[in-house]
Nanobody, 122 residues
Framework: QVQLVESGGGLVQAGGSLRLSCAASGTIFSLYAMSWYRQAPGKERESVARIPFTGTSTYADSVKGRFTVSRDKAKDTVYLQMNSLKPEDTAVYYC????????????????WGQGTQVTVSS
């Protein structure tokens, strides 16, 4: 089982910064990528950033140049540094982990965090 614990959400003024954290734990699944998603009221859930444990990170066009995803391998924690925040960034942000079963690596799984509210005021 995988558990994802998020932190770092809050209220910030436009132009400000926030740093979100997501700590993953679990022993029977092997993680290979983690992502950040967000969903605002009346809008579709969208992928914001993805960091594979090998390869290069990817970002939604709307956040390129402003958001940076990184990973601390030793702590099994992923971060989302959000700079130059805009009111349209207001949403619930969710951490996602992609994994394979330790005894059946051909089967993949997705796990989700509880979500954290980010509100950017004008």
């Amino acid at each position: 089982q995988v558990q994802l614990v998020e932190s770092g959400g809050g209220l910030v003024q436009a132009g400000g910064s926030l740093r979100l954290s997501c700590a993953a734990s679990g022993t029977i699944f092997s993680l290979y990528a983690m992502s950040w998603y967000r969903q605002a009221p009346g809008k579709e859930r969208e992928s914001v950033a993805r960091i594979p444990f090998t390869g290069t990170s990817t970002y939604a066009d709307s956040v390129k140049g402003r958001f940076t995803v990184s990973r601390d391998k030793a702590k099994d924690t992923v971060y989302l540094q959000m700079n130059s925040l805009k009111p349209e960034d207001t949403a619930v942000y969710y951490c996602n982990a992609e994994a394979t079963g330790i005894y059946d690596p051909n089967i993949t799984y997705d796990f989700w965090g509880q979500g954290t509210q980010v509100t950017v005021s004008s």
